[in-house]
Structure formats: C-alpha cells, structure tokens
C-alpha cells in the first residue's frame, strides 16, 4: 500500500541506512594477485567484462568456439548456465565459481557469484579479490541454479518467445513494449540474441531438468 514514495512498506527504503548494511557483500579478499588470468572461448556475447579482465586484470585471450569461461590459476569462473557450481566443478574437474548476469558489467557496481562446496576457501578468496580488483563489490549467494538475473531473464526471453509464437505481438514491438512499458535496459528478444540463443536453451534445460517444473520449459522457437 505504500513503498519508495513514502518511505515504507514491504521493502524498507532507509535512505540513512548505509547500503553496506542491507545487502552482505565480501569482505576484502585475502589472497595474492593471480599468477595467470586467461579468457577462453568467443567472449562476443560478455565483451564489456572482456574489456574490464583485459585492462585491469592482465587477462590473456585464448579465443575459440566454445562458451566463454576465465581461468583464475586453477580455477574456473564462469556465466551461470542453470547449473550449480557444484555440478559443473563435477564435470570439469577443477574447482568452478559462477557469476550472474549483468545489464552492464562496465559500470554495475557489483556482482554475484555462487561457489562449489567442492571449493578451498582460497579458490573462492582468488575469484573475489580478481573481482573486487575491477572494483567491483561482491555478493556471495548459495549455490543455487540460474543464480538471480540469468534465471530472471532465461524465463522472460521464454515468455517473449511465447507472445511472438503465438500472434500477439511481433519480436519489435514485444521488444519495445518492455522498454517504454516497465522500462527494461533492453527488450527481452534483443538481449537473448546479445547474449545467445544457445546459451538461453541450455539454462532453460538445465533449470527444467535441476526443479522438474514446467514453468522452465522452453517454448518452441
């Protein structure tokens, strides 16, 4: 019944209230600088975190087909796919952090990551001391599948994908509507394409097979 305007309601809007306090972002890292920080895969679809690893991280490029992934030492980071941490530290090998989507990682002023169990605590210390060396702040979040953004947007591509398939509007003016509408950085189409069809699917199969749930079933285009 009330909310920003007024100050209340079910979310608290305290401007006195340090943002430090209300959201549980990582402390400092302690952990010494990477010895090796290496981009593997086409980062076309992240190429603003590319830039970012590049300039302030010394980052090296080994460009190839597959998805994008970084190499931290030992460890490996990656975009969430709707798979845990955990699974993919299983079927790689090799201790894995993941990190959540972001509409602009140049200038978003934090980022959250989720961490395998499987994980040395220094692993996880490595990936946020190279993160918070971008200056950004770094929300740890349990290791759930799609994390918050990627399994946002996954959902809202589908839903986009549906209205299209179905007649009511075409990809434009679907596009469009959420953007002058309830004013999305970008419409839920052109985001998708951006970020990769492929990559969509695979975190909408792998959300449909982690919770069994239809609501994850991707729609037929």
Not at 188 to 207: F, K, S, V
Request: aromatic residues 6%; hydrophobic residues 40%; contains cysteine.
């Amino acid at each position: 019944h009330l909310g920003r305007k007024s100050g209340r309601g079910f979310y608290r809007y305290d401007a006195q209230r340090p943002a430090a306090e209300m959201i549980a972002f990582a402390p400092p890292a302690q952990a010494a600088p990477p010895q090796r920080v290496t981009l593997h895969g086409d980062w076309s679809s992240l190429a603003d975190l590319a830039e970012l690893l590049i300039e302030n991280a010394g980052a090296i490029k080994q460009p190839g087909q597959t998805s994008p992934y970084l190499t931290i030492d030992d460890v490996t980071l990656m975009l969430t796919n709707g798979k845990t941490a955990g699974q993919l530290a299983d079927e790689r090998g090799t201790p894995v952090v993941l990190f959540d989507l972001c509409a602009d990682y140049a200038h978003a002023s934090a980022i959250a990551i989720s961490c395998a169990a499987q994980n040395g605590a220094q692993h996880n210390a490595n990936v946020i001391r190279l993160l918070q060396s971008l200056g950004k702040q770094v929300i740890q979040l349990p290791d759930y599948p799609g994390l918050l953004t990627m399994r946002t947007l996954a959902m809202l591509v589908n839903e986009a994908l549906d209205v299209v398939n179905k007649g009511v509007a075409g990809a434009e003016d679907t596009d469009l509507a959420m953007l002058r509408g309830v004013n999305y950085p970008r419409g839920p189409l052109a985001w998708g394409a951006a970020l990769g069809w492929r990559h969509i699917l695979t975190t909408l199969e792998n959300l449909q097979r982690y919770y069994g749930e239809a609501r994850y079933r991707p729609m037929p285009l």
